[in-house]
């Protein structure tokens, strides 16, 4: 049972009490800046940036620079970032990191790089480069706003709404909106190398388009081997905007191959978009 | 001493939509029993027949067991999310229940 409750009697005995998790309707509507990000009051944090320990909560803050996390276990929720240096949480190297409600804005690589299974759901996500870009090999995107991203500094246009550059192996991006432009809205490439494919990714139920009043739109989805493979990459159930490339761009035949794609419908039309 | 919980536990909806506050309450209480020795006696206890004959009846001191039953209050002191996406709980101030942002 996913939760369990101690309960203690007043003579000190315990006894565990089971609950199955508890339902939870997933959004039926795209994702907005009103489903999406902070709410209610916050209060500016005054802890550390760096999140070595494990276990750590922050919840209802106001943060202003980036956030380190290493350690395991660590939940965020309810906060809002302005930071402009890197990242807005940079979490390589973390496990479980979970980041729930919040809203970072703000200008680098990354709102938010990922560790090891991390978890980034009903966040509103803007400014950067990129909106998510994953380290580890797990993770699970879900019911996210991801917009308004621009190119940082240097001026090199390299904007993903979600960037898997090898090595991941079991990652759920679902129900996010993601508004992107220049290069993609989910990009899987394999940069990193021969021993960093990318395997095992459900990209379902999305909402995939172009950021409006961008002329340079969007590749949708990219799915390149590049330097090693990917594997087992499912695209179902998303409604797209097919970008300068159509819905779907590879670079080789064995990286369509890769590719079960279903059920995905043109965003505006509700045509069926056949695999590219 | 044992105790015996007679408590149950529930969600307060059967499904949330999303940012909506998850409350799961426990009710019911628990039941501790104790037993302890002690003695009865020495009785004597007066008998009278229907003539009205009486005799007195000796009944010597005997150990005998007694059960206290008491009911318990009872408070979550701990709460564990091992879903794969698991949610920060809270435990409300009368140790009730608990809640997490659905």
Not at chain 1, 3 to 12: D, F, K, M, N
Not at chain 1, 17 to 38: C, I, K, M
Not at chain 2, 20 to 39: F, H, L, P, W
Not at chain 2, 46 to 56: C, H, L, P
């Amino acid at each position: 049972m996913p939760l369990t409750l101690t309960i203690r009697a007043a003579s000190g005995a315990t006894k565990q009490v089971f609950l199955p998790t508890p339902v939870v309707a997933a959004p039926s509507a795209e994702p907005n800046a009103t489903t999406t990000g902070t709410k209610g009051t916050l209060t500016t944090y005054s802890g550390s940036y760096t999140i070595s320990g494990d276990n750590v909560l922050i919840k209802d803050k106001i943060l202003n620079k980036l956030l380190r996390v290493t350690g395991r276990d660590v939940t965020i929720e309810n906060c809002r970032w302005t930071a402009s240096s890197g990242w807005g949480i940079d979490a390589e190297g973390s496990i479980n990191l979970k980041v729930r409600n919040s809203t970072i804005v703000g200008s680098g690589n990354s709102c938010i790089l990922t560790g090891e299974n991390t978890l980034v759901e009903y966040c509103d996500l803007s400014g950067y480069d990129n909106g998510i870009m994953l380290s580890g090999a797990t993770a699970t995107l879900q019911y996210n706003y991801i917009h308004d991203l621009h190119p940082g500094a240097v001026g090199e246009a390299h904007v993903d709404g979600i960037q898997m550059g090898g090595g991941q192996n079991g990652v759920l991006i679902k129900g996010n909106s993601i508004r992107s432009w220049d290069t993609s809205c989910i990009i899987m490439k394999c940069d990193w190398g021969s021993g960093s494919p990318i395997r095992n990714i459900t990209i379902d139920g999305n909402w995939l388009r172009n950021q409006p009043g961008k002329s340079s739109i969007a590749a949708t989805i990219y799915a390149y081997s590049n330097q090693a493979y990917v594997e087992n990459i499912v695209i179902s159930n998303n409604f797209l905007e097919p970008g300068y490339t159509g819905a779907l761009a590879y670079d080789t035949t064995a990286a369509r191959n890769a590719v079960t794609w279903t059920n995905n419908k043109h965003i505006t039309t509700g045509a069926v978009v056949p695999k590219p | 001493m044992a105790v015996t919980f007679n408590v149950t536990a529930g969600y307060d909806k059967a499904a949330y939509a999303q940012g909506e506050t998850i409350t799961a309450t426990i009710t019911g209480d628990a039941t501790n029993t104790s037993q302890s020795v002690g003695t009865a006696g020495p009785l004597d206890l007066t008998i009278r027949s229907a003539s009205g004959v009486e005799e007195v009846i000796h009944m010597d001191i005997a150990p005998i067991s007694i059960e206290t039953i008491t009911q318990e209050n009872v408070v979550i002191v701990a709460v564990a999310d091992t879903n794969a996406t698991p949610r920060s709980w809270a435990i409300s101030g009368d140790g009730k229940s608990v809640a997490a942002v659905a």
